[in-house]
């Protein structure tokens, strides 16, 4: 199971790291095992990220 207090740092891959994050909603599913084995964490989660312009957003977006 993920703890929502471990859910940015498996997050870090995709999320852009230098900015913070407020998870508000989040619910988890069962897991998914592919052909080849390997095991996805299925959830579903609404994050908000500290951006106060939109120059900010759009360099956001460009770390995405």
Do not use: G, R
Request: proline residues 2%; aromatic residues 12%.
């Amino acid at each position: 199971s993920i703890l929502e207090s471990e859910l940015i740092k498996q997050m870090a891959e995709i999320l852009p790291t230098n900015y913070s994050y407020i998870i508000n909603e989040f619910c988890e599913f069962s897991l998914l095992i592919t052909n080849e084995n390997i095991v996805i964490n299925q959830i579903i989660s609404t994050f908000y990220v500290n951006i106060d312009s939109a120059e900010h957003a759009h360099a956001w977006l460009e770390n995405f």
